[in-house]
């Protein structure tokens, strides 16, 4: 019986609100079944308007967090999210090296939608040097894959491009995610490039709201909980796309500006 409940992790920013961060990646543990647990690197004061502060946490206080879940529970799969600085990149990087908690999804966190920096810009490149080669997948937006990879992603041949750059820096897989910045888009296409250099592009229909906070957050964290359930990556990938595009979908009602995508959705609603 000891630890046999599917358990996951995020190593992630806690935002007030619940749309995003931690919060978002708690709810998504919980709507996919796993057990989810959270190791703190800052927290946000924000809501539906946008981010007004945050702090970072202590880089010793991250490290007991990690020891602590390292010491106790059997972790399948994690995700790292805000990682704030570089300091805390490499206090993370020097806890999980040995691998103790399964597949790693890097969801390279660098700005919020609304133009809140989550991640100072001296540590784009601590990112890419420590974590980058540590992660089975990486899942930039299109803002993220284009500071990253340093190309300015105008075709689809320069996306394809960026993602074959980005895996000479070391992630496994790599998950570069569709423009949505305008409403003038009619689908939202992402790219993925496999560890086998097989790849392919899923899309899904742009839907025209506001409640989009967490949606990165949401994806990263339901591709963890289905790796941590024993789907290949391909499925997992496939799996929260549509979790996700569905939690956008059936929008609810909370926050009066840019609110949170929905959580409690179903499978089966299409
Ligand atoms: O969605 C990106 C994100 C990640 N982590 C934290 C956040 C946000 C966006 O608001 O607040 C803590």
Redesign the pocket.
């Known amino acids: 019986m000891l630890n046999e409940f599917t358990q996951v992790l995020t190593i ?4 007030s609100d619940g ?4 919060q978002a990646d708690l709810k998504t543990f919980m709507a996919r079944g796993v057990y989810g647990m959270s190791v703190l690197t ?1 927290a ?1 004061a ?1 809501n539906s308007y946008g ?1 007004h502060d945050s702090v970072n946490m202590p880089v010793s206080f991250i490290e007991n967090q990690i020891k602590d879940i390292k010491d106790d529970f059997k972790v399948s799969a994690f995700k790292t ?2 990682l704030s600085d570089s300091e805390i990149i490499h206090t993370v990087t020097e806890a999980i090296k040995d691998k103790p908690f399964g597949y790693f999804v890097l969801d390279p ?1 660098i700005i ?1 939608k609304h133009g ?1 920096m ?1 991640l100072e810009t001296e540590a784009y490149q601590t990112l890419i040097d420590e974590l980058f080669p540590l992660a089975d997948l990486i899942t930039p937006n299109f803002y993220e894959a284009k500071k990253l990879s340093g190309l300015e992603l105008e075709n689809k041949e320069e996306i394809i491009k960026a993602a074959h750059k980005l895996r000479k820096l070391g992630p496994k897989n790599i998950m570069i995610k569709g423009e949505h910045s305008d409403d003038s888009i009619d689908e939202v296409e992402d790219y993925v490039l496999l560890e086998d250099g097989q790849s392919f592009w899923i899309s899904e229909p742009y839907v025209k709201t506001e409640h989009i ?2 949606t ?2 949401t994806l990263s964290s339901c591709i963890v909980a289905e790796l941590a359930k024993g789907q290949s990556m391909e499925d997992a990938i496939k799996t929260a796309k549509t979790f996700t595009y569905n939690a956008i979908k059936h929008e609810i009602a909370v926050g009066h500006k840019y609110g949170p995508i929905n959580h409690f959705v179903k499978d089966d609603i299409q």
């Not at 992630?12 to 935002?15: L, N």
């Not at 749309?19 to 931690?22: F, K, L, R």
Request: proline share 0%; glycine share 28%.
């Open positions: 992630a920013g806690s935002d749309s995003a961060g931690a800052a946000v924000g981010i999210g805000m966190v919020t809140a989550l906070n967490g990165g957050d």
